[in-house]
């Protein structure tokens, strides 16, 4: 399993390079405006940097491309939100070319809105080490929120610095190659949204440290029983059960989450008072039937 190898480089190095592309002009706007980009779109070998003040890049036609991507700068936020079509991240062999670098200076925040299309990053050779990588790295807290559409990591997601992920409902195909990498102050969000499911995650190998936090909310529909919310093939790591945040479950039910060998989950069970309940009516309705057969 590969660890992060990649160094914090600035991002005024990053914008000297021939073949980067600023998202210019300080509003929002689409990613496929060719004008936005300086005359010409991100290529698959193109850097293309997305932060200045408040931005909002929509993608939503197909085919859309760039080798990296980074988001936000210090003091500003910039967002990437994907509603339809395809972004592909290439990556490269060089690990100084990996695929998405959020949020990498101090103080800077990028935001990931995937509703629906599809974002890739690809495994650049045959090898581990081709650095499809999801990187959500810095000071700063970068956001993937995923809600629909499909997310698809050709080699690892290392979610890092104060970094969130969020899964909201059960529309989205989410699949990482290999790792999902969740460091100490980094976090995950499942939101049920009110319904009884969310999107199974699909990983290779699941490595959560001690003081990441896991937050499962949004259970107020939920009835007894097991909700994936990981599968894996393998899981280490020294994460406490302490940092686990359960929200919103209906009256007379508790949770806790659990881990099979493949699959980490949320399991539902009613409370013990409610054992008790349902033990003194079924109690009640056996002594007033036995009284009407007499």
């Known amino acids: 399993m590969k660890k992060l190898l990649i160094g914090i480089f600035s991002l005024a190095a990053l914008a000297s390079s021939a073949l980067a592309a600023e998202f210019s002009g300080g509003e929002s706007g689409n990613w496929s405006t060719a004008t936005r980009w300086g005359g010409t779109e991100p290529t698959d070998s193109s850097l293309a940097a997305i932060r200045s003040g408040t931005q909002i890049v929509y993608v939503s036609l197909a085919d859309e491309e760039a080798q990296r991507i980074i988001l936000g700068q210090s003091g500003s936020t910039a ?50 080490d081709g650095w499809g990588d999801y990187l959500m790295i810095g000071d700063g807290v970068s956001q993937l929120n995923i809600s629909g559409g499909s997310l698809s990591v050709g080699d690892d997601l ?54 990441a936090s896991l937050d499962v909310l949004g259970l107020s529909s939920l009835t007894a029983g097991d909700y994936d919310l990981f599968a894996f ?25 659990l881990s099979d060998g493949n699959n980490v989950y949320l399991n539902v069970i009613p409370e013990p008072s409610t054992y008790a309940l349902l033990g003194g009516l079924l109690a009640l309705s056996h002594v007033m039937l036995r009284r009407r057969r007499a």
Do not use: C, M
């Open 233 to 257: 093939s393998t899981i280490s790591g020294s994460f406490d059960v302490s940092d686990i945040t359960i929200t919103g479950l209906g009256g007379g039910l508790s949770g806790s989450i």
């Open 158 to 211: 290392q979610v890092y610095g104060n970094s969130v992920v969020k899964v909201t409902g059960n529309s989205a195909t989410i699949n990482v190659v290999d790792d999902t990498d969740l460091a100490a102050t980094s976090g995950f969000t499942f939101d049920f949204n009110s319904g009884t499911a969310v999107s199974l995650w699909n990983t290779a190998d699941l490595l959560i440290a001690s003081g």
């Open 79 to 128: 967002t990437l939100e994907i509603l339809s079509g395809s972004l592909t991240v290439s990556g490269g062999t060089n690990p100084n070319a990996a695929s998405i670098r959020q949020s990498h200076v101090a103080g800077s925040t990028g935001i990931v809105n995937l509703s629906g299309g599809s974002l890739t990053t690809v495994d650049g050779s045959a090898g581990e």
